[in-house]
């Protein structure tokens, strides 16, 4: 396939392709746990499916074509990715995180790896002063997240790593808001990619999976002995889904964001609400670094209601877009992130960083940009209702 590099052919080409066997053009569903050995010491290459399945090794040389790196690996979540890449780091080593990092992220980092020893520190990674400064000898690596959850904050993911790497750290990007399609962070000098395929990847909110790529071979065999090690595998059935989901991924991500930038530029007039993040909008603070290192602003938006408004009167109103964790797929979904997904970040840190009691986080979908604007303004009607007619 060398000749054929558009990523809306690699999405559905990429990788291993179908079967040699049979000459199916899909990647077939290996179901097993092990594989029968010819010899004392002789197997066809496969031993057990913690260690290797076929379906997962198409999975995982896909995501690694795509992100333009070498070495994929497959994990039954966007957590299991993210632990095992931090099972690279030993007692002693410290992780400068982004301030408005996955609730997950910070709760893993917090919760268990402090515990043995692994220290965090949370840094505005949008300030490359402020990010080199707390750089020092315990610091092993930064993970950020660009545009970042849930107030869609951008990092310039370029003059990061050349910081980190004047230093000798690494570089850990999850990708999860973006994906290959829009962003390739190892392009853009990143060492590892992180992703909760279980969003835009999977696209479909039928799976949970996460994926790790990388360049560097060293990485990669010390990534492989983790996910055998640790065994955080994904399920043959999952991959093979998370195959079929990203081959519409172009499609798809060239609705949501269509979608999305109606909605935003709509939202951000409307009467109801004082705030709005979207680096799709020219005045979004990071829409400069958004559209340099990007091919678009994702279809992700938060949104704060003014003061006074009923926050559980919008959500109650709400009648086409779900309340649910989680994004990406291809229904529109809201999530109140203090909350939700940034519940498990003390209400400090979370005031500190912006994420508010009347913040809004939507997930744009591929419906009727009409219709979605439509369930918003009810619902947007109903929190600025209180018995006047506004
Ligand atoms: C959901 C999410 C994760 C965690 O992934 P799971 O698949 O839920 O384990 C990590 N990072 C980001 C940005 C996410 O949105």
């Given at each position: 396939?060398?000749?054929?590099?558009?990523?809306?052919?690699?999405?559905?080409?990429?990788?291993?392709?179908?079967?040699?066997?049979?000459?199916?053009v899909n990647v077939p569903i290996y179901q097993t746990s092990t594989y029968k050995q010819d010899h004392l010491g002789e197997n066809k290459g496969y031993e057990y499916s913690r260690t290797g399945n076929?379906?997962?090794?198409?999975?995982?040389?896909?995501?690694?074509?795509?992100?333009?790196?070498?070495?994929?690996?497959?994990?039954?979540?966007?957590?299991a990715a993210t632990t095992a890449v931090l099972h690279l780091f030993k007692t002693g080593d410290k992780i400068l995180i982004s301030e408005n990092v996955y609730g997950g992220t910070f709760r893993?980092?917090?919760?268990?790896?402090?515990?043995?020893?692994?220290?965090?520190?949370?840094?505005?990674?949008?300030?490359?002063?402020?990010?080199e400064e707390a750089i020092d000898d315990e610091v092993k690596?930064?993970?950020?997240?660009?545009?970042?959850?849930?107030?869609?904050?951008?990092?310039?993911?370029?003059?990061?790593?050349?910081?980190?790497?004047?230093?000798?750290?690494?570089?850990?990007?999850?990708?999860?808001?973006?994906?290959?399609?829009?962003?390739?962070?190892?392009?853009?000098g990143a060492d590892i990619v992180v992703h909760s395929a279980t969003k835009y990847l999977g696209g479909h909110s039928d799976l949970v999976a996460g994926l790790v790529v990388v360049k560097d071979q060293e990485l990669a065999k010390s990534l492989y002995f983790i996910q055998n090690a640790t065994g955080g595998i994904l399920q043959p059935f999952d991959s093979f889904l998370l195959i079929r989901?990203?081959?519409?991924?172009g499609v798809r991500m060239e609705r949501h964001q269509e979608n999305a930038i109606t909605i935003a530029k709509w939202l951000k007039g409307h009467k109801s609400i004082s705030h709005i993040y979207f680096p799709g909008l020219e005045s979004d603070p990071g829409y400069a670094v958004q559209k340099q290192q990007?091919?678009?602003?994702?279809?992700?938006?938060s949104f704060e209601l003014k003061k006074g408004l009923d926050i559980r009167k919008f959500y109650d109103g709400l009648q086409l877009i779900a309340l649910a964790e989680s994004l990406g797929g291809v229904e529109s979904l809201v999530c109140h992130p203090s909350s939700m997904t940034h519940a498990s970040i003390p209400e400090e840190i979370r005031k500190k960083v912006g994420i508010t009691e009347g913040l809004i986080r939507l997930s744009v979908g591929?419906?009727?940009?009409k219709?979605?604007?439509?369930?918003?303004?009810?619902?947007?009607?109903?929190?600025?209702?209180?018995?006047i007619d506004l």
């Amino acid at each position: 396939m060398s000749h054929f590099n558009s990523i809306l052919t690699k999405l559905i080409h990429g990788g291993i392709e179908g079967d040699e066997r049979t000459g199916a053009v899909n990647v077939p569903i290996y179901q097993t746990s092990t594989y029968k050995q010819d010899h004392l010491g002789e197997n066809k290459g496969y031993e057990y499916s913690r260690t290797g399945n076929p379906t997962r090794e198409a999975l995982e040389a896909l995501i690694a074509e795509l992100e333009e790196g070498e070495h994929g690996l497959a994990f039954a979540s966007g957590m299991a990715a993210t632990t095992a890449v931090l099972h690279l780091f030993k007692t002693g080593d410290k992780i400068l995180i982004s301030e408005n990092v996955y609730g997950g992220t910070f709760r893993v980092l917090d919760k268990i790896f402090r515990s043995f020893g692994v220290a965090y520190e949370i840094v505005n990674t949008t300030n490359l002063e402020v990010l080199e400064e707390a750089i020092d000898d315990e610091v092993k690596a930064v993970f950020i997240e660009s545009p970042a959850n849930p107030l869609m904050t951008v990092t310039d993911i370029q003059a990061v790593a050349a910081i980190a790497h004047k230093h000798g750290k690494l570089l850990i990007v999850d990708n999860t808001f973006m994906t290959p399609y829009l962003q390739k962070p190892l392009t853009l000098g990143a060492d590892i990619v992180v992703h909760s395929a279980t969003k835009y990847l999977g696209g479909h909110s039928d799976l949970v999976a996460g994926l790790v790529v990388v360049k560097d071979q060293e990485l990669a065999k010390s990534l492989y002995f983790i996910q055998n090690a640790t065994g955080g595998i994904l399920q043959p059935f999952d991959s093979f889904l998370l195959i079929r989901g990203i081959k519409t991924l172009g499609v798809r991500m060239e609705r949501h964001q269509e979608n999305a930038i109606t909605i935003a530029k709509w939202l951000k007039g409307h009467k109801s609400i004082s705030h709005i993040y979207f680096p799709g909008l020219e005045s979004d603070p990071g829409y400069a670094v958004q559209k340099q290192q990007a091919k678009g602003p994702g279809a992700m938006i938060s949104f704060e209601l003014k003061k006074g408004l009923d926050i559980r009167k919008f959500y109650d109103g709400l009648q086409l877009i779900a309340l649910a964790e989680s994004l990406g797929g291809v229904e529109s979904l809201v999530c109140h992130p203090s909350s939700m997904t940034h519940a498990s970040i003390p209400e400090e840190i979370r005031k500190k960083v912006g994420i508010t009691e009347g913040l809004i986080r939507l997930s744009v979908g591929i419906e009727d940009v009409k219709e979605i604007q439509e369930d918003l303004e009810y619902a947007l009607n109903q929190a600025a209702n209180k018995g006047i007619d506004l």
